[in-house]
């Protein structure tokens, strides 16, 4: 990194890199219409904007992957056309990406120094000086408690994250950008990485922060930029703009109550878990009631989505017995709790639920087959109506049946998921990180969905990292730790420091040394 | 709430232009078929303007026909196979396997349908092992199926003692040559198994499955799927159909050889599958164009033997044919994301 003179925090920072009127267009779309921002040194301007609001665009222009149609880069004064990420590198100009190209085969230490590996007697790899650089850089960042030597493949997602932007600072960083850096790291990762960042504000560093977050925003952004359409509708300090300006600038117009806190009386139990123990998780249990949500909280790792696997049929059990109204499961793959009534959307959309290459309709109608055929032969009709039926309940909006999911965006291939359980009318419902990747908008309707498909009686299990989402949406909450389950709280005993130190309880705590 | 998002997500999904009547057209019949039908008509523009007095008679019309029952059931054989996310490169071998096996059995028995039946049976045994080393051993099909390709092979050459075994049954004779209502037995075999294979794939529950399957194994299985039952399924299709393939091959040549098939019939198969528009990694593909790849194949191979292109040249011509194919998928494929 250059040697970079601390900027007294009274003056503005002149700005390292100015965007002036850059637009961009992908076919029919405006990705970007006449950008203008200033990004200054020494200091964090969090990037705001709903999915497709032109973020990831921007930053591709910055990084030089994409180039503009219009506008300039004026970087330190100079402008500059940068035509590839290496124009950008040159310039100390680096992007983080939510999930980072490692090597995994290599070590950390030679992902690190990746292109600058030094040899002995001209051949081979001279270990010494590799692991000295990577110290003496672990040791500038506080990044003890990572071997040099472990493999790519074996890093954790926050670990990676942090090996990427090492891999910048090596090789001088002077505007960082990172794009929803914190969307699967614990808290503790998370609050590792803040330290980072604001060490990089300090030593005059940009940063770029993107993130969905709110509170993150308010931890560390100086100024808010937020993108709307393609256009920047406001860029102002941090400290001028409340929550509920940003996310109504954000959407276009002013965001109602997320969750709506009216209590019900819950049905009968239609889940119960007694004992459950599988490769990853230990004595799980609990219960679901009809028209109640549970939502399951916890750090990565922690078993929450392995439980859930667990109850779906994807892991099988070691021991202890899943029951649906009272009768235990045999399961042995998911097609046994789907035939019990259950569904699952699970955590990652795109590989794990939706067909790519196949349309809605197609998606809607995958688990239903005995309502779309007649000994075996599709009835197209019965198909559409199906599909329609589900489209216009969950207010799809596809132009129509046959459009690729592809083509969706997240929060409507969200919906499609739920469709096609729903068009199986089951009695549980187990949602992973139900709004993931889900902008602000379209992440209101699917919590008024969820709580609505409780109020018709379903039984739901939720799964979430976000807080604020998962005590929203609950009914009651389970804790787990450890792959166990370390307490349960009610809704109106939740809050967020509460439910934290339950999940940490396992790292309080010393190791139980159980039979 | 619902109007903001209303209005928002009708942005979005509105970004598209309205489809014409032209495009919903071009939807229907599909763009690749077009491609494709553009391209058989140059083929066929070019022989026929080569030898046009030759290539458009009717004898040769047949000809092209008969050249194409064989490839024909076994690309698309492949093409469903390759649709489930698999690949079967032993069509082949289990080809020259199936026609000893038939042989065998017609000098065993003397009963023509014995043979036949035993020639089936072997290709669904070996279709079984092909899905079996795949789906419960976990081994990558490409490898799988080079391994059994050998051994099939291996196989056919120990049972007939690397003999060529004559089939001297009549009903045989009828078969490679005989008609019916005026149109040759193979050519009627070849149309009624693609249309079983067509109907199955378009129309069945099993047929969409075997998409979902190949399109993504593990959305699938979350979905209930029982991909293993499924993938061995797909695998014991391929068997019967080279099995098929064996008996129309034995017919013809009114013999069982163990060397026969092994003259590029999986190539060929596997390069009219892609033509057709399947993705190798699957989930993708459709009979129509594998059967389309392999008239464009069985046009090709008339045409070059009208213009006395040399075998070995030949040879040459077919291997790139399967490449640029690919290389023609990977650009629209690129194109498309």
Same mark, same amino acid.
């Not at chain 1, 990004?39 to 999915?51: K, S, T, Y």
């Not at chain 1, 919906?415 to 199986?424: E, S, T």
């Not at chain 1, 709004?435 to 602000?440: E, F, L, P, S």
């Given at each position: 990194m250059p040697a970079v003179v601390p900027l007294s925090a009274t003056?503005? $920072? +002149? +700005?390292?890199?100015?965007? !002036? /009127? @850059?637009?961009? &267009?992908?076919?029919?779309?405006?990705?970007?219409?006449?950008?203008?921002?200033?990004?200054?040194?020494?200091?964090?301007?969090?990037?705001?904007?709903?999915?497709?609001? *032109?973020?990831?665009?921007?930053m591709r222009i910055v990084e030089g992957v994409v180039p503009p149609d219009t506008g300039a880069l004026i970087f330190d004064g100079v402008t500059r056309e940068p035509r590839r990420a290496a124009d950008a590198h040159a310039l100390g100009v680096r992007v983080i990406h939510q999930e980072p190209d490692i090597a995994p085969d290599l070590s950390v230490?030679?992902?690190?120094?990746? /292109?600058?590996? !030094?040899?002995?007697?001209?051949?081979?790899?001279?270990?010494?000086?590799?692991?000295?650089?990577?110290?003496?850089?672990?040791?500038?960042?506080?990044? /003890?408690?990572?071997? +040099?030597?472990?493999? *790519?493949?074996?890093?954790?997602?926050?670990?990676?994250?942090? #090996?990427?932007?090492?891999?910048?600072?090596?090789?001088?960083?002077?505007?960082?950008?990172?794009?929803?850096?914190t969307s699967s790291l614990t808290e503790d990762e998370t609050q590792r990485l803040f330290a980072i960042v604001r060490q990089l504000k300090a030593a005059g560093v940009a940063i770029v922060y993107i993130s969905h977050r709110m509170h993150e925003i308010r931890e560390l952004a100086d100024r808010i930029a937020i993108l709307r359409d393609g256009r920047m509708v406001t860029v102002q300090p941090a400290a001028d703009l409340a929550d509920e300006v940003v996310l109504s600038r954000m959407v276009g117009r002013p965001v109602n109550k997320l969750f709506d806190h009216a209590t019900r009386e819950p049905g009968p139990v239609v889940l119960t878990l007694r004992g459950v123990t599988t490769r990853r998780i230990r004595d799980v249990s609990f219960s679901v009631r009809a028209g109640e949500v549970v939502g399951m909280a916890g750090l990565v790792g922690a078993g929450r989505s392995e439980t859930a696997e667990a109850i779906f049929g994807v892991d099988p059990l070691v021991s202890g017995t899943v029951f649906?109204?009272?009768?235990?499961?045999?399961?042995?793959?998911?097609?046994?709790?789907?035939?019990?009534?259950?569904?699952? $959307?699970?955590?990652?959309?795109?590989?794990? $639920?939706?067909?790519?290459?196949?349309?809605?309709?197609?998606n809607i109608t995958l688990c239903v087959p005995d309502l779309i055929s007649r000994a075996g032969f599709l009835r197209s009709g019965a198909a559409h109506r199906?599909?329609?039926?589900?489209?216009?309940?969950?207010?799809?909006?596809?132009? %129509?049946?046959?459009?690729?999911?592809?083509?969706?965006?997240?929060?409507?291939?969200?919906?499609? @998921? #739920?469709?096609?359980?729903?068009?199986? &009318?089951?009695?549980?419902l187990i949602l992973d990180?139900?709004?993931? *990747?889900?902008?602000?908008g379209t992440k209101a309707e699917i919590y008024a969905l969820i709580? %609505?498909? $409780?109020?018709?009686?379903?039984?739901?299990?939720?799964?979430?990292?976000?807080? +604020?989402?998962?005590?929203?949406?609950?009914?009651?909450?389970?804790?787990?730790?450890?792959?166990? @389950?370390?307490?349960?709280v009610a809704r109106a005993d939740a809050t967020e420091e509460g439910i934290l130190a339950l999940a940490m309880t396992d790292n309080i705590i010393p190791a139980r040394t159980d039979p | 709430m619902n109007t903001i998002t209303d209005e928002i997500e009708g942005r979005v999904a509105g970004r598209g232009p309205t489809e014409t009547l032209a495009r919903r057209l071009m939807r229907g019949v599909g763009t690749h078929n077009l491609s494709l039908l553009v391209a058989l008509a140059c083929l066929v523009a070019i022989f026929g303007g080569m030898r046009p007095d030759v290539f458009f008679s009717a004898r040769n019309i047949e000809n092209i026909g008969q050249g194409m029952a064989i490839l024909g059931i076994l690309a698309t054989a492949q093409t469903i196979v390759i649709i489930s996310g698999g690949l079967d490169i032993s069509v082949g071998a289990v080809v020259g396997l199936s026609t000893v096996c038939i042989a065998l059995g017609v000098q065993a028995t003397d009963s023509a349908l014995v043979g036949i039946l035993f020639g089936l049976v072997i290709g669904a045994i070996a279709g079984l092992v092909n899905g079996a080393i795949v789906t419960i051993g976990g081994v990558n099909a490409v490898i799988a199926t080079l391994g059994t390709m050998a051994a099939f092979r291996g196989v056919a050459f120990i049972m007939s003692d690397g003999q060529s075994i004559s089939i001297f049954h009549p009903l045989f004779r009828q078969i490679g040559s005989g008609r019916i209502l005026g149109l040759q037995i193979t050519i009627e075999i070849l149309i009624a198994v693609v249309a079983i294979f067509f109907v199955l794939m378009r129309y069945t529950v099993i047929g969409r499955n075997i998409y979902a399957i190949g399109g993504n194994p593990l959305v699938a299985r979350l979905a209930g799927l029982n991909n293993t039952g499924y993938q061995i399924g797909v695998y014991v299709l391929s068997g019967v159909a080279a099995g098929l393939g064996g008996l129309l091959l034995a017919a013809r040549t009114g013999s069982g050889q163990p060397i026969s098939g092994s003259d590029g019939l999986e190539l060929q198969a596997i390069t009219a599958a892609v033509l057709g528009g399947c993705a190798l990694t699957g989930g993708k593909g459709?009979?129509?164009?594998?059967?389309?790849?392999?008239?464009?194949?069985?046009?090709?191979?008339?045409?070059?033997?009208?213009?006395? =292109?040399?075998?070995?040249?030949?040879? =040459?011509?077919?291997?790139?044919?399967?490449?640029?194919? =690919?290389?023609?998928?990977?650009?629209?494929?690129k194109r498309y994301s």
């Open positions: 003056e503005p $920072a +002149p +700005p390292l890199l100015a965007l !002036r /009127g @850059v637009s961009k &267009r992908f076919g029919v779309v405006q990705a970007l219409a006449g950008i203008d921002l200033d990004i200054r040194a020494g200091e964090v301007l969090a990037l705001v904007g709903e999915n497709g609001a *032109g973020k990831s665009t921007m230490a030679e992902n690190l120094f990746m /292109g600058d590996l !030094r040899r002995t007697m001209g051949l081979f790899l001279d270990r010494g000086d590799l692991v000295r650089r990577t110290l003496a850089l672990f040791d500038r960042f506080g990044l /003890g408690g990572l071997s +040099p030597w472990t493999r *790519g493949g074996d890093l954790s997602a926050a670990q990676r994250q942090l #090996l990427e932007i090492m891999r910048a600072l090596r090789t001088g960083v002077r505007l960082l950008a990172l794009d929803e850096p649906m109204d009272g009768v235990p499961l045999r399961l042995r793959s998911p097609a046994d709790a789907i035939v019990a009534g259950i569904g699952f $959307a699970p955590e990652d959309r795109k590989s794990q $639920a939706l067909l790519l290459k196949a349309g809605v309709e197609t199906i599909a329609r039926k589900q489209a216009d309940d969950l207010r799809i909006k596809t132009p %129509h049946l046959d459009q690729l999911v592809t083509k969706l965006s997240g929060g409507n291939q969200q919906k499609v @998921v #739920l469709g096609r359980w729903l068009a199986r &009318r089951p009695k549980l990180e139900p709004t993931r *990747g889900i902008d602000v709580r %609505h498909l $409780a109020d018709a009686g379903l039984a739901v299990l939720i799964v979430s990292s976000e807080m +604020p989402e998962l005590i929203g949406l609950s009914d009651r909450i389970v804790v787990m730790a450890g792959g166990r @389950v370390v307490g349960e | 459709s009979i129509v164009g594998g059967v389309l790849g392999v008239i464009i194949l069985g046009v090709l191979n008339n045409g070059m033997i009208l213009t006395s =292109v040399p075998t070995f040249y030949q040879m =040459v011509a077919r291997g790139l044919l399967l490449i640029l194919a =690919v290389l023609v998928a990977e650009q629209q494929a």
